[in-house]
């Protein structure tokens, strides 16, 4: 027994197929033809499909009881161990001709996005952090070390800051927090150094005022400093906040990555490491040149 189907194939070999099969649907034809028939009708098929395609199943004496053949199809069939399977074309195509990253839409859609203001302490987990003074000349970019991904759980082991303005770092700061347990990662900070929680956010809140919060990934940071807050009983952050992950897929939306190695690594910035202010710096070193970027992106659509 034997199945053909057709996909886009001419007529007329339709109707050269119903002299030895049945068409049960639309080009779907059954039939029970010997092996030399099959063979033929296989190469008539072939010859007179044109740019259709043609898909041909059989049973046969093999482990799977059964074989077919395929022609014009994207799928190719491959032997694994003896038996006969589909390689489909999405583990088999080449992507060396296709666009990486984020489309023009998402691209445009993106940038409407960012005129709707957010801050800190409205955002939640499906809604970005979009700031209401972008490109101001002083920010602030925050990074915060911790003991692990859970805000609920885990702890905040280091604060760091630093203000910049006109690319330039006019004041830092870097805070080491005390923990009730003794962690591995502190122990190269003496005790007295380290500082409660609570003093260290009225620093931290302190230094920052109502400036603009910069981060990459800047969510992650805002849920542990809302917890920390509220552990502490101080009063959330209401501060505008820019992702600078955010920025990067609107601005640099063929990147393939855009982890801070990734931005480091498209502007030739040297990435000296992600700790204490080593990764502020080259997070504020991207943001500048992300910024510069979006700005002269603006300036192209408006003429147009």
């Not at 014009?72 to 666009?99: A, H, Q, V, Y």
């Not at 800047?218 to 809302?226: G, L, P, S, T, Y």
């Not at 917890?227 to 501060?239: D, T």
């Amino acid at each position: 027994m034997i199945v053909i189907v057709l996909t886009n194939c001419p007529p007329a070999l339709r109707g050269d197929l119903t002299k030895w099969l049945i068409e049960v649907d639309i080009n779907v034809f059954v039939g029970r033809v010997g092996a030399r028939v099959r063979d033929q009708l296989w190469k008539r098929v072939k010859e007179h499909c044109d740019k259709g395609r043609a898909t041909m199943a059989f049973n046969t004496n093999n482990e799977q009881h059964f074989d077919f053949k395929v022609h014009n199809s994207e799928w190719e069939p491959i032997d694994i161990d003896g038996f006969k399977l589909m390689l489909r074309p999405l583990c088999n195509s080449d992507t060396k001709g296709i666009k990486a990253g984020y489309s023009k839409a998402s691209h445009y859609l993106e940038a409407k996005r960012r005129t709707r203001v957010k801050t800190c302490n409205d955002c939640d987990s499906n809604t970005s952090i979009q700031p209401d003074n972008i490109g101001s000349d002083e920010y602030i970019v925050l990074d915060v070390e911790t003991t692990g991904l859970s805000s609920e759980k885990d702890k905040i082991i280091r604060l760091n800051a630093l203000c910049a303005s006109n690319n330039e770092i006019t004041d830092s700061i870097s805070i080491p927090i005390q923990s009730v347990t003794e962690l591995p990662i502190m122990n190269d900070v003496p005790n007295e150094q380290k500082e409660k929680l609570s003093a260290a956010m009225e620093k931290l809140s302190s230094f920052i005022g109502n400036r603009t919060i910069v981060s990459h990934r800047v969510r992650f940071c805002m849920k542990f400093i809302d917890a920390a807050c509220n552990s502490c009983g101080l009063r959330p952050f209401s501060n505008p906040a820019e992702d600078v992950e955010i920025l990067s897929k609107k601005v640099l939306y063929n990147l393939r990555g855009h982890s801070i190695e990734d931005l480091a690594e498209h502007f030739k910035i040297k990435f000296e490491g992600h700790a204490h202010l080593e990764k502020c710096q080259t997070i504020m070193k991207i943001y500048d040149e992300l910024m510069a970027m979006d700005k002269a992106d603006s300036k192209i659509i408006k003429t147009k």
